[in-house]
């Protein structure tokens, strides 16, 4: 059973750019969540897909926005990038209804912006 | 407030010695749900265990535990015979009622760091 991947395992981008980042689900989850961890913090949710429409979002702002595609995987696209943007994200994957529904997360990717 | 409170700044054990991690939590959800994390220095968060607001037994897996005390809104994790592997930060997660079904967003603390001396 393959786990959570994430790429790319680093990225170094420059202000005001865009980036986007990747992740696959693990087998069989149907739901993949996004968070936003910066060094020394708990992570922090940014939002929600399922079914491949955004459910649930937290408190980022609208350059923050994503995608999931049919075989679950889903994508974080940030705009406009801002120094504090530098942070690790994580993806993490759960599975249907039902459960305690534990989301099982992937290594993430570190992003800094300069 | 806080949801989800560590306070611990940072843990020492000692190899094969048990250590307990603090977690307190803030709801006025019935239903909820408490899951704890570990972060290597890699970054990966790894599941390690879960406990359900309506669960009569502390849960278990392995050599962790979870202290959970409903009424004081305590749910500490207990790791046993401590290892060298076990170094890494610890969080404390919650999923409320609120964020079930499909939205089920996890409020993280601010994570604790355990170090494992040999």
């Known amino acids: 059973e393959t786990g959570v991947t994430q790429s790319p395992t680093h990225l170094i981008k420059t202000r005001g750019q865009q980036v986007t980042l990747r992740c696959s689900s693990q087998?069989?989850?149907?739901?993949v969540s996004w968070y936003q961890q910066a060094l020394g913090q708990g992570p922090q949710f940014i939002f929600q897909y399922y079914r491949e429409e955004e459910n649930g979002r937290g408190n980022f702002p609208p350059r923050f926005s994503g995608l999931q595609f049919p075989n679950y995987s889903s994508e974080l696209n940030v705009n406009a990038l801002e120094l504090d943007d530098s942070a690790l994200y994580l993806c993490a994957s759960s599975p249907p209804m039902g459960g305690q529904k534990t989301q099982y997360f992937g290594p993430g990717t570190r992003l800094l912006v300069l | 407030a806080q949801k989800i409170t560590q306070t611990q700044p940072g843990m020492f054990v000692q190899e094969k010695e048990a250590v307990t991690l603090d977690c307190t939590y803030d709801?006025?959800?019935?239903?909820?749900?408490l899951f704890w994390y570990k972060q290597p220095s890699s970054g990966e968060m790894i599941f390690l265990i879960y406990q359900g607001s309506y669960d009569q037994q502390n849960a278990t897996e392995g050599r962790y535990s979870l202290n959970f005390q409903k009424a004081r809104k305590s749910a500490n994790l207990v790791i046993s015979a401590s290892q060298l592997g076990d170094s890494a930060m610890y969080f404390c997660?919650?999923?409320?009622?609120?964020?079930?079904?499909?939205?089920?967003?996890?409020?993280f603390g601010k994570g604790i760091t355990l170090s494992v001396r040999p």
């Open positions: 087998s069989g989850h149907n739901t």
């Open positions: 997660a919650m999923r409320e009622a609120a964020s079930t079904g499909a939205n089920s967003k996890l409020t």
């Open positions: 709801t006025s959800d019935p239903s909820y749900g």
